[in-house]
């Protein structure tokens, strides 16, 4: 094995532009003492009441104010999918000392990365991550422009999507640029908010994963130095423990974080998913919002798609970790080994999928279910319309 004398990866890296985007809209603040402190904490209030608060607001009373089933259909997906992204907004804000906590256990996990094996895993996860950040990053891009497009092609005039305002922008030109201006302002943040909301989870997966992974390739290989003694094996074997331990610290933090917001999101894209249907069922497919609605669904579609795909990844990197204990070379050590090696085995045992509100797993087969619901009702209604 060639060893490196430190770690040269930090896996907190992973999460820089989650911060950058926290910082942005409030939630970590500077110092009391310092001259920024209240400059700071009225721009966020004055960011996050113009926005997290009025922008639903808008579009909750347009809802309310609904005069017919058409109406109700078109402004039902987009009102449901904004409120709980505010939901998973105001987890960040409740969770964010929790999630500064995580970068502790993080950087104990690398500092355990000894080979250059283990740091090429750990920086796969880091790319994978980043990579996953600019997708949704695109995806949301994509989703701001369709509605910018579905104003400029209509025929008439119409907001990006219903919303109520104190003054009738339908009156005059000004009125709907005061209109649509604050309704662009308020739908490229909530974008913002929400790359931030959809990105963090898939993120400590594919992080959580990585370090499974490193630790499995490290159990993999211990016994295969020769010249190894078997204190010194020993030794590498109760690290290797304390490593499944803090990996294990690191997992129930991570489930406590992001519970809430996989609940929330599979909430979000099954009554979104639902709601487009009855859309498409009572209003039909407008031609101005064709591509507007078709990119709402795959963004939604996509979002617990990614999740349920890292839950998995995850949940086969715990079935990896246990055949790399298998396989290690334990049948010809000592009693002492194999009682270590024996608690190593059955705490590897434990963790089997993320849960989302403690009930859902967060899983592939939860997708699948998800998208036969929303199916299961589109049809329905189908057949009752």
């Given amino acids: 094995m060639m060893l490196n004398t430190e770690a040269e990866v930090e896996t907190w890296q992973a999460f820089k532009n989650h911060w950058i985007l926290w910082k942005f809209f409030g939630l970590q603040p500077p110092k009391r003492d310092s001259k920024w402190f209240k400059p700071y904490i009225a721009y966020a209030i004055f960011l996050n009441v113009t926005v997290t608060l009025l922008f639903p607001t808008t579009l909750i009373v347009n809802l309310i104010l609904s005069k017919n089933l058409t109406e109700l259909c078109e402004n039902l997906y987009m009102t449901t999918t904004d409120v709980i992204c505010n939901i998973k907004f105001l987890n960040v804000f409740v969770m964010r000392h929790k999630l500064l906590k995580v970068r502790n256990i993080l950087q104990r996990l690398d500092a355990r990365a000894k080979t250059h094996k283990e740091v090429a895993i750990l920086e796969e996860g880091l790319k994978l991550a980043r990579k996953c950040f600019m997708t949704f990053a695109r995806m949301f891009c994509c989703a701001i422009i369709s509605s910018q497009m579905m104003v400029y092609l209509s025929s008439e005039r119409i907001l990006m999507y219903p919303a109520w305002y104190p003054w009738d922008w339908k009156a005059s030109k000004r009125n709907f640029l005061y209109a649509h201006s604050y309704q662009l302002y308020g739908l490229v943040l909530q974008a913002i908010q929400n790359l931030g909301n959809d990105t963090y989870p898939p993120t400590y997966l594919i992080i959580l994963t990585a370090h499974i992974k490193a630790l499995a390739s490290r159990i993999k290989d211990l016994g295969t130095n020769e010249t190894t003694t078997d204190e010194d094996l020993y030794k590498e074997l109760t690290d290797c423990i304390n490593d499944h331990n803090t990996i294990n610290e690191l997992f ?134």
């Fill in 252 to 385: 129930l933090n991570i489930q406590e974080i992001i519970s809430p917001t996989c609940i929330a999101q599979f909430m979000a894209t099954g009554l979104a998913q639902c709601t487009i249907g009855v859309y498409l069922i009572y209003v039909g497919l407008h031609p101005s919002k064709t591509l507007n609605i078709i990119i709402y669904f795959s963004a939604v579609t996509m979002e617990i798609f990614i999740l349920c795909y890292f839950g998995d990844l995850y949940c086969q990197a715990n079935a990896h970790l246990t055949e790399s204990i298998y396989d290690c070379n334990w049948m010809d050590r000592d009693k002492k080994f194999k009682q270590a090696f024996l608690v190593l085995l059955q705490r590897s045992q434990k963790n089997s999928s993320i849960m989302a509100g403690s009930l859902i797993p967060v899983r592939m087969p939860t997708f699948v279910s998800v998208m036969k619901t929303a199916y299961s009702v589109f049809t329905v209604l189908n057949k009752v319309n």
